[in-house]
């Protein structure tokens, strides 16, 4: 077998390259920091997708989409949704668009899901970040979806209206690797292509997700040691996963929860990293495959999917941000 890479200098560490030019056309996933949507459709036959419920209640629901003026008489309409468990709770997010309908997982994400529903509803303490003082009040009332990309995501939940915005403290991620599906994609086929759930662009960017994590890993910091080790590194990049590359980068992993791939109309927890969850979230517009393993699935939009389109097609600036804002007015739980 031919091998997979060469090797060559550079300031920070050796890096290895591909001999192969033929790199997935995707993007920078981080959810934080301004990335677009790459091509979902490469892992439909790899990934090992969890099959949820079928839907099995249907609700009907009188709710209503709340004018700014909290003064102002708000109509009332008629909803119809199913859910997949008749247990789920069941969220509405009032926007100065319109509603959505969520249904939550907390049998899938039970920290994220304790802590949306707290947040939203003030029955979970936060910190402020203009008093720097602990208060117990909903969140979301009145934030705006701050981020808002065409074609991939709306994201809201940052106190600050900023994407620097946290409720004061941090949460680990729910993630089960397993049964998304990722222990089975191998980082590079037989041609040294990488697999396309990794959204790798160029060779610097397989250099910094790949290689020089996988150098760490290997206890590797030097030329020297790297031209000792070629063959070491050559069968481990050959035999490595997706998940194994992804915990190289800092990702944790359980099996105490079953996950499922973060498809359209998904709510999750955007972040900056592993283990970095607070109050902010995204909505998917589109499939994201690439985010898989990174981001934690804790809901679904039941009803409303017209109006998270219309988010996503709002006019925004160079950096994602609407030009007129779009305000969550209230995020509660339905009495159903």
């Known amino acids: 077998m031919k091998s997979a890479a060469r090797f060559f200098a550079c300031p920070i560490l050796a890096a290895l390259l591909l001999v192969s030019t033929g790199f997935a056309a995707e993007t920078d996933p981080g959810i934080n920091t301004g990335s677009t949507p790459g091509n979902a459709s490469d892992t439909q036959d790899s990934a090992a997708f969890f099959n949820p419920q079928t839907l099995s209640s249907t609700v009907n629901v009188n709710t209503g989409i709340q004018a700014l003026d909290s003064t102002s008489s708000s109509p009332t309409v008629s909803i119809n949704f199913s859910r997949e468990d008749f247990d789920n709770p069941v969220m509405e997010i009032r926007t100065s668009l319109g509603s959505m309908i969520l249904e939550l997982f907390p049998d899938e994400a039970p920290l994220a899901v304790s ?5 939203a509803e003030g029955t979970k303490f936060w910190i402020d ?42 949460f ?45 890993e290997l206890d590797i910091k030097s030329q020297q040691e790297l031209d000792l080790n070629i063959d070491l590194v050559d069968r481990r990049l050959r035999s490595m996963t997706v998940k194994e590359s992804f915990e190289n980068l800092g990702y944790q992993y359980t099996e105490r929860v079953i996950s499922r791939m973060p498809v359209r109309g998904v709510i999750a927890m955007a972040n900056s990293g592993p283990n970095t969850n607070g109050s902010q979230f ?49 995020i509660r739980q339905l009495p159903l």
């Open 115 to 119: 802590n949306f529903i707290g947040l």
């Open 129 to 170: 970040p203009e008093t720097g003082e602990q208060v117990m009040r909903p969140l979301y009332d009145g934030t705006i979806f701050h981020r808002v990309i065409e074609g991939f995501m709306i994201q809201g939940g940052s106190p600050t209206g900023l994407g620097d915005g946290t409720p004061g403290y941090q």
């Open 172 to 216: 680990r991620d729910e993630i089960n690797a397993r049964s998304l599906g990722l222990d089975k994609m191998e980082v590079i086929n037989d041609a040294g292509i990488p697999h396309p759930i990794l959204a790798i662009n160029d060779q610097e960017d397989f250099q910094q997700k790949i290689l020089i994590p996988l150098y760490q």
């Open 282 to 330: 995204f909505i998917n517009l589109v499939d994201t495959d690439w985010l898989t393993g990174k981001h934690t699935v804790f809901g679904k939009v039941r009803a409303g999917l017209e109006v998270l389109d219309a988010i996503g097609a709002v006019a925004v600036d160079n950096e994602g941000r609407p030009l007129q804002d779009v305000v969550i007015l209230s």
